[in-house]
């Protein structure tokens, strides 16, 4: 990212891209990390000699399976069913499951490749690994999701283990999911142990682990502003989203003394000029997490605000062209494209925290390092949701829960020493600030090194 693209890299990329035919979000995921580690490659030659690289861009395993059953009408439906076993040189596999229509094999190894390296920036032991279905929960009774989680467990409860991999949540696959997943695991395997993290808390789940990616989104932030001697104080932010993320980056920023002034879904977003109080979060999250209702109800409850469709028609997200200091996107990938950058630069915005996973698409990214912005790009500022899962992965190894204060202090922690490996690594390399950089480098050499120590696996 940092420097011009070497031939050699280019090279390297054309046979990823002809290797993997129509995955366009792995080629886009691959490219940013390959380009930022290829000067790496200059001063480690033993990193080319034993093909680290071409290794780590090829999953350890695929696992893809049919996912059937029944509606409420008693019709049979047909979902596909993933698990992409990436990276396992530094722990078991890690990494959330999504259950969304627009779920395709590309957009899971995507996921997983960038899950690599945000693992190995916890500082915790996880290896790497996706999964999900295309299955829609949205519009589904329960006893049909529940129906689903158990079809899909059914499957994928041979591949999954406390030491082997250890899925989560993501988009669609919050606590209910969750819990109908264990459950089933449990029947089939007649044992009770932590092969999921995010459980509830009467079964093994983590205080603080639905909070987390949204908290350390902003602890990151926080991180950054606070090279420029600044804080969070009286700042306005633009968060999209409205789900687990965007609700609890919300919270996180009320906390720190910000304003946030929009939220979304998939049908548009939200402008409250006023911002989005406690009293209105607990709306949204009544909302969005009970009720499952629809984000531009908002406006029904408090008229003030602003409700504008997503019109397709455009060429950007109106979103991103409100007034503000921060943007903390925290709904899915590629929702800001490089207008919709140019847009927040134009607004203000010079703090850019990554709750979502690659929203910015690299010619958005180009216009952040350009203009020199604190940007924390996803596999840094959002990992506190996968290291929150790996404590609760702790918690359960030891037969004991940690408090409140204790998984918050853990993960405030981490979040600082992920900005500072990230900070130092940009610095060392000779790109200062550039997070993209730092966080690429800083997560490939550890996994890099250990793959060198465990021999050609
Ligand atoms: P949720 O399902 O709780 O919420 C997702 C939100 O994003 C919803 O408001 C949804 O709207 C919106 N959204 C999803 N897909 C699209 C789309 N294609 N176009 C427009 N809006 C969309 O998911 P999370 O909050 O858990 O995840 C949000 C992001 O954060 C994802 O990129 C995820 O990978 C990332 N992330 C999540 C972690 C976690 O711990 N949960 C950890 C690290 C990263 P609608 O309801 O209308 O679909």
């Not at 890690?94 to 899971?108: E, N, Q």
């Not at 009293?279 to 408090?302: Q, S």
Request: aromatic share 10%; net charge negative.
């Amino acid at each position: 990212m940092g420097t011009a693209v070497a031939p050699a890299c280019s090279e390297f990329l054309l046979g990823v891209a002809a290797k993997n035919p129509a995955q366009d979000e792995f080629h886009q995921a691959v490219c940013e990390v390959v380009e930022s580690i290829w000067p790496v490659l200059d001063k480690r030659p033993e990193y080319r000699k034993h093909k680290v690289i071409d290794r780590i861009v090829e999953p350890e395993r695929v696992i893809m399976f049919r996912v059937p059953w029944v509606d409420d009408k008693g019709e049979v439906q047909v979902n596909r069913g993933y698990r992409i076993e990436m990276n396992s040189a530094i722990g078991p596999y890690k990494g959330g499951l999504r259950f969304h229509p627009s779920v395709t094999l590309g957009i899971l190894k995507f996921l997983a490749f960038e899950q690599v390296f945000k693992n190995s920036l916890t500082t915790l032991p996880m290896g790497g690994g996706k999964g999900g279905s295309d299955f829609d929960p949205k519009g589904k009774s329960d006893l049909e999701v529940m129906r689903f989680c158990q079809s899909f467990m059914s499957e994928l409860f041979r591949h999954i283990g406390p030491n082997t991999d250890v899925p989560a949540g993501d988009i669609g696959v919050g606590g209910r999911e969750i819990g109908f997943l264990f459950g089933q695991y449990k029947k089939l395997r007649n044992e009770f142990t932590g092969i999921l993290t995010g459980k509830g808390l009467n079964w093994g789940g983590s205080l603080i682990r639905p909070e987390a990616t949204g908290y350390g989104a902003v602890y990151f932030a926080a991180e950054m502003l606070a090279t420029r001697n600044e804080s969070l104080e009286g700042k306005t932010c633009l968060v999209s989203g409205g789900g687990n993320v965007a609700q609890y980056t919300t919270e996180k920023i009320l906390d720190l003394g910000g304003k946030v002034v929009t939220l979304s879904d998939s049908g548009g977003y939200v402008y409250d000029e006023e911002g989005v109080d406690r009293e209105k979060l607990a709306f949204v999250m009544e909302l969005k997490n009970v009720k499952r209702g629809r984000i531009k109800e908002y406006v029904d409850k408090y008229p003030k605000a602003v409700f504008t469709p997503i019109d397709k028609g455009l060429d950007y997200n109106p979103l991103w062209d409100n007034k503000a200091d921060c943007a903390f996107p925290s709904a899915t990938q590629n929702e800001i494209n490089a207008k919709d950058a140019q847009n927040l630069m134009n607004n203000g915005v010079y703090v850019v925290s990554e709750g979502a996973n690659m929203p910015t698409t690299p010619d958005g990214v180009k216009i952040y390092l350009d203009n020199k912005i604190l940007y924390g790009p996803g596999k840094a500022a959002n990992a506190g949701g996968v290291a929150v899962s790996g404590l609760e992965m702790s918690q359960n190894s030891l037969r004991l829960s940690w408090t409140r204060e204790e998984v918050d202090q853990r993960l405030q922690g981490i979040m600082k020493a992920i900005h500072k490996a990230s900070y130092q690594t940009a610095e060392e390399y000779g790109v200062p600030g550039n997070y993209v950089d730092g966080a690429n480098i800083a997560g490939f050499i550890k996994v890099a090194d250990t793959m060198i120590d465990h021999g050609v696996v």
